[in-house]
């Protein structure tokens, strides 16, 4: 309850620090807009000229779209800065979370709110409601449960797999390289269905799991079970916990390389 | 050109102290190679021969897009080093060399793509003909036109890259700025989607901007999409964008440059 305490209140001055730069807020927000309209304008066009992509329509490949965006968007406003991490490593800064008496955890993400996110919210709810319109699905009570669970599993698997990924840094110096092939992976998750990909790179998405973000889901709240795969989708929030149990082991052997490595 | 080989000497040695990024950006550059392969060859068997393009063609013009995108990414351009400069202040360091900066930049940018291309495109393209069904260009004079059209295509990247790089005089972070521009090149160069598959009046308007040099015009020669008069119709637009943009950023810069030097007296 205190660490709660404490993240709001930095929270709170992350946010007053960012909001001096109104102009740059309102940019950065308009350019997340343009960037998801013209992703989706590019798969609209592709998948639109032939119909549908392995059984996919326009529209179901925007509800996976969407439904990765309101996953990462949490992610994307709370945990971005995991990103910055291997920024404070090469510079030597990172001893600053450690000599406080509060959880370098806490101190780490409280550090910053990336009011980008915001974009990511708009885009998510305008697909996910423009995609469940035009799908005309009607969902009960538990489907929309089960999808509050997806969202939030989705987020929880994004934050561990960038925070095993930035805890790297703790032992290569940098883990920049490495961000930008997962953003690969993410793109191609977030905008196809991954059974167009063949086996392995099911595979790997399946064990790095973004997969669990939206296609597996999907696979259950679009009604697709034909898959065979789709009970994978039930077991999303397993997944997460499973993943940010590793990526929590992960973070405190780092921690404790960081502070040997320091002497 | 002594200059030119300095800057990619530069960029090798950078490359080599990241040996580990660098195979990394191969890995990636085969992922999305490889996901273009599946996507294609998944769209053609529910509808082969579309839009007049084989199977055969359409992969090759969407695995070459992708291995072309490590030298063609926005990101790669002059722009974020214009930008870095200007918001330390230290662009007085490139102001005093005795180089032109326009100059400076187009060496400086040319010799750290070329190493790129080496180092990255050449080996991806050849794992694409090993392994993704690459074919070779449509006819040999193809092949060299595609030489000449990719230079064009570089040369409109770059200045417009440029001109963004400009702006950053006026507002100094163009991070923002920057997803935007480069959001809009992805879509309207043809990298990903072809234009010949945008509808009514967006691909007219794909059809007049400056960015389908970048990609498009070279894709489309190479897989014999463009033949004959198509060909140099081609190049002349191409050649027509890279005098006037070059004109513009020469224009801009004297601009810029005079205001920077009332600034700094």
């Given at each position: 309850?205190e660490?709660?305490r ?7 001055i992350?946010?007053q620090?960012r909001?001096?730069?109104r102009?740059d807020?309102?940019?950065g ?5 343009v960037?998801?309209a013209?992703?989706l304008g ?6 639109s000229r ?5 059984g996919?329509?326009?529209w179901?490949?925007?509800f996976?779209?969407s439904?990765?965006?309101l996953?990462?968007?949490?992610y ?5 800065h995991?990103?910055?991490?291997d920024?404070y ?8 979370f450690?000599?406080r008496p ?9 550090r ?5 996110g915001?974009?990511?919210v ?6 996910f ?6 799908l ?18 989705g987020?929880?698997v994004?934050?561990?797999?960038r ?6 840094a703790?032992?290569t110096?940098r883990?920049?390289?490495l961000?930008?092939?997962m953003n690969r992976f993410?793109?191609?998750v977030?905008q196809y269905p991954?059974?167009?990909?063949g ?5 790997v998405?399946?064990?790095?799991p973004?997969?669990f973000?939206?296609?597996?889901p ?6 697709k079970t034909e898959h065979g795969w789709s009970?994978l ?7 997460a916990?499973?993943?940010l149990f590793?990526?929590a082991?992960?973070w405190?052997l780092?921690?404790?390389r960081?502070?040997?490595s320091?002497s | 050109?002594n200059i030119?080989w300095s800057?990619?000497r530069?960029?090798?040695?950078n490359?080599?102290?990241y040996?580990f ?5 191969l890995?990636?550059?085969?992922l999305?190679?490889y996901?273009?392969?599946w996507?294609?060859?998944i769209?053609?068997t529910q509808?082969p021969?579309?839009?007049?393009v084989?199977l055969g ?6 695995v ?6 490590s ?9 974020m080093?214009i930008s870095?400069q200007?918001?330390s202040?230290s ?5 005093i ?15 750290e793509i ?6 990255i495109?050449l ?10 069904d690459l ?11 595609f030489a ?11 200045s417009?890259?440029f ?8 507002t100094?972070?163009i991070?923002?700025i920057?997803?935007t521009?480069?959001?809009?090149v992805?879509?309207?160069a043809?990298q ?5 598959l945008f ?7 794909a059809n ?5 040099c970048?990609?498009?015009i070279?894709l489309s020669?190479y897989i ?9 119709e081609?190049?002349l637009?191409?050649?027509?964008w890279?005098v006037?943009?070059m004109?513009?950023?020469?224009l801009v810069?004297?601009g810029v ?5 009332v600034?700094g007296g």
């Amino acid at each position: 309850m205190e660490s709660l305490r404490i993240y709001l209140k930095l929270i709170r001055i992350s946010m007053q620090s960012r909001m001096q730069y109104r102009a740059d807020f309102v940019i950065g927000i308009i350019s997340v807009l343009v960037l998801n309209a013209v992703n989706l304008g590019l798969i609209g066009i592709l998948v639109s000229r032939f119909n549908s992509l392995h059984g996919w329509t326009v529209w179901d490949m925007v509800f996976l779209y969407s439904l990765f965006v309101l996953g990462h968007s949490i992610y994307s406003l709370f945990f971005w800065h995991f990103n910055q991490m291997d920024d404070y490593i090469i510079r030597g800064t990172f001893d600053q979370f450690l000599v406080r008496p509060v959880s370098p955890f806490i101190q780490f993400i409280g550090r910053e709110i990336q009011y980008i996110g915001f974009g990511d919210v708009i885009v998510g709810l305008a697909s996910f409601s423009m995609a469940y319109t035009h799908l005309e699905l009607h969902w009960g009570v538990g489907m929309w449960l089960f999808f509050a669970v997806v969202v939030l599993s989705g987020t929880v698997v994004e934050m561990a797999i960038r925070w095993i990924v930035a805890c790297t840094a703790f032992w290569t110096g940098r883990s920049v390289a490495l961000t930008f092939v997962m953003n690969r992976f993410n793109l191609l998750v977030q905008q196809y269905p991954i059974d167009v990909f063949g086996t392995w790179f099911r595979v790997v998405v399946t064990l790095i799991p973004i997969a669990f973000m939206n296609y597996y889901p999907s696979l259950i709240l679009l009604g697709k079970t034909e898959h065979g795969w789709s009970w994978l989708g039930l077991v999303s929030p397993v997944v997460a916990l499973l993943t940010l149990f590793i990526a929590a082991i992960v973070w405190r052997l780092a921690l404790r390389r960081y502070a040997s490595s320091g002497s | 050109m002594n200059i030119f080989w300095s800057f990619t000497r530069q960029a090798f040695h950078n490359t080599a102290i990241y040996r580990f990024e660098y195979w990394l950006q191969l890995v990636s550059a085969f992922l999305m190679m490889y996901s273009v392969y599946w996507i294609w060859n998944i769209l053609y068997t529910q509808r082969p021969g579309a839009f007049g393009v084989e199977l055969g063609q359409m992969v090759t013009y969407g695995v070459i897009a992708m291995a072309l995108e490590s030298i063609f990414n926005p990101g790669q351009g002059p722009q974020m080093y214009i930008s870095s400069q200007i918001k330390s202040g230290s662009i007085d360091t490139d102001l005093i060399k005795p180089l032109d900066f326009h100059l400076h930049m187009l060496a400086k940018n040319f010799g750290e793509i070329s190493f790129r291309f080496g180092t990255i495109v050449l080996p991806a393209a050849l794992i694409g003909f090993l392994f993704l069904d690459l074919q070779p260009p449509a006819t040999a004079l193809n092949g060299l036109s595609f030489a000449v059209s990719l230079t064009l295509g570089y040369l409109v990247l770059f200045s417009l890259n440029f001109l963004l790089g400009m702006v950053s005089v006026l507002t100094i972070d163009i991070r923002s700025i920057a997803w935007t521009y480069n959001s809009l090149v992805r879509f309207f160069a043809g990298q990903m989607v072809p234009l010949w598959l945008f509808p009514g009046w967006l691909g007219g308007l794909a059809n007049v901007l400056p960015f389908k040099c970048i990609y498009s015009i070279p894709l489309s020669i190479y897989i014999g999409k463009l033949t004959g008069a198509a060909v140099w119709e081609g190049l002349l637009f191409q050649a027509v964008w890279v005098v006037v943009l070059m004109a513009v950023c020469r224009l801009v810069w004297a601009g810029v440059h005079s205001k920077l030097v009332v600034q700094g007296g």
